[in-house]
């Protein structure tokens, strides 16, 4: 079993749509990342969580420390926000703190 | 302006051969990483670097190995030994080692 889960590994929504994708994680961390990798490869950081919310313009991580559980919310979806969305932890019990990756979210929003 | 690159985007080597993938940042960052990413999996760390002159293997060492000479740059080298190189490889650096992670564009290694 995988030490950090997300579901769904693939989504497809109409644009205008509110959007969840969740991670599950098996480990005690010190953080959560949620990054955004584009079709040419690219990944940029969108979010770091320790506890609680984030929200960065249409954009809202959530984060439950005790069940394990992290969501990504994107509202008034659009195509632009096609790409993988991954999930990362930073294991506190890990050798060196290492980060632990999710296998991404592939999401597809249709115009 | 301040990043990270990575070049070539686009990299072929023949069976054999070694290669070297450059990563460079100047955004004045101590620590560096470098990733590999397979079709259906999870980003791996290869090896990181938490300080010039210092580098630490990470969980896919094998087969590759790396320098960090100067601060801004942490090129990789995917030696023969390599089983399995064809990959998109992503570098990635940090102010310190746990803040967060800004990602370079990534080299897509072919080896034919």
């Known amino acids: 079993k995988n030490e950090v889960e997300q579901s769904p590994q693939n989504l497809t929504a109409q644009e205008g749509e509110f959007i969840t994708i969740n991670c599950s994680y098996s480990?005690?961390?010190?953080?959560l990342h949620w990054l955004q990798q584009h079709p040419g490869g690219g990944i940029v950081s969108l979010f770091m969580l320790s506890s609680g919310k984030k929200k960065h313009g249409r954009l809202i991580a959530t984060i439950n420390i005790q069940e394990k559980h992290s969501s990504l919310h994107i509202t008034a979806s659009h195509p632009r926000d096609s790409a993988v969305y991954i999930c990362a932890v930073r294991s506190e019990w890990a050798r060196d703190d290492k980060i632990i990756f999710g296998k991404g979210t592939r999401l597809h929003i249709l115009p | 302006d301040g990043g990270i690159t990575q070049s070539p985007k686009y990299l072929f080597r023949k069976e054999g051969q070694n290669v070297t993938l450059s990563c460079e940042q100047n955004?004045?960052?101590?620590?560096m990483y470098w990733y590999r990413q397979d079709p259906g999996q999870g980003l791996r760390l290869i090896y990181y670097?938490?300080?010039?002159?210092?580098?630490q293997k990470g969980d896919i060492a094998e087969g590759y190995s790396v320098s960090r000479e100067k601060k801004e740059s942490f090129p990789l080298t995917v030696t023969s030994a390599q089983k399995n190189p064809t990959a998109f490889y992503l570098c990635a650096s940090s102010l310190g080692y746990t803040d967060t992670q800004y990602f370079g564009p990534g080299t897509r290694l072919t080896v034919l």
């Open positions: 955004l004045n960052h101590d620590a």
């Open positions: 480990v005690g961390i010190s953080a």
């Open positions: 670097s938490q300080i010039v002159n210092d580098f």
